[in-house]
């Protein structure tokens, strides 16, 4: 064969392979962040209701946390792209799993006493894919962490003040 006619073959297997192998790479990049993605929100669950099972029940802070915020900061995730508080479902629950009507009712027997379980859901949490040619959304399955109650922000001795420092 002639080596002049032949240059023109090596572009064209080059820009096929290329190809390829540049997609498989975005691909394995784009699994990459799907999996940290999922570990995150398995994450966030966990430590939303490990918070929720400690902390006062109207405390706002228990969710900003959760998504891994300062206490003070009520945007976005700073983890975990497009995640707000709003995506975080909090309920708290009694000894059957029914959800408690009114937690914050200290007294009352549909109230504070009657929960015994907390959980954190997130549902419907879309992940962007950012592959140039197969770009879209996936929606990923929903998390859920429950944890039984601990003290829910209040001492349980008598004489104490029922407040404890926030979260």
């Known amino acids: 064969m002639n080596a002049r006619r032949m240059r023109g073959v090596y572009v064209v297997e080059f820009a096929i392979l290329g190809l390829l192998l540049f997609t498989l790479l975005f691909a394995i990049l784009e699994f990459g962040r799907l999996y940290f993605t999922v570990n995150a929100l398995n994450e966030t669950v966990r430590?939303?209701?490990r918070l929720a099972a400690v902390c006062d029940i109207s405390d706002p802070v228990i969710l900003r946390r959760a998504i891994y915020n300062a206490a003070t900061?009520?945007?976005?995730?700073s983890l975990i792209g497009d995640l707000e508080t709003a995506d975080l479902t909090l309920t708290y629950?009694?000894?059957?799993g029914a959800v408690v009507a009114n937690p914050?009712?200290?007294n009352g027997l549909n109230g504070f006493r009657a929960i015994r379980y907390v959980q954190l859901r997130v549902e419907n949490f879309t992940f962007n894919l950012m592959i140039p040619v197969l770009g879209g959304t996936i929606t990923l399955p929903v998390f859920r962490s429950i944890l039984p109650r601990e003290s829910l922000g209040r001492h349980g001795e008598a004489?104490?003040?029922p407040e404890i420092?926030?979260?």
């Open 93 to 96: 629950m009694d000894e059957n």
């Open 159 to 161: 004489g104490v003040n």
């Open 104 to 106: 914050s009712d200290l």
């Open 165 to 167: 420092t926030p979260c």
């Open 73 to 77: 900061d009520a945007g976005a995730s």
């Open 47 to 49: 430590r939303g209701a």
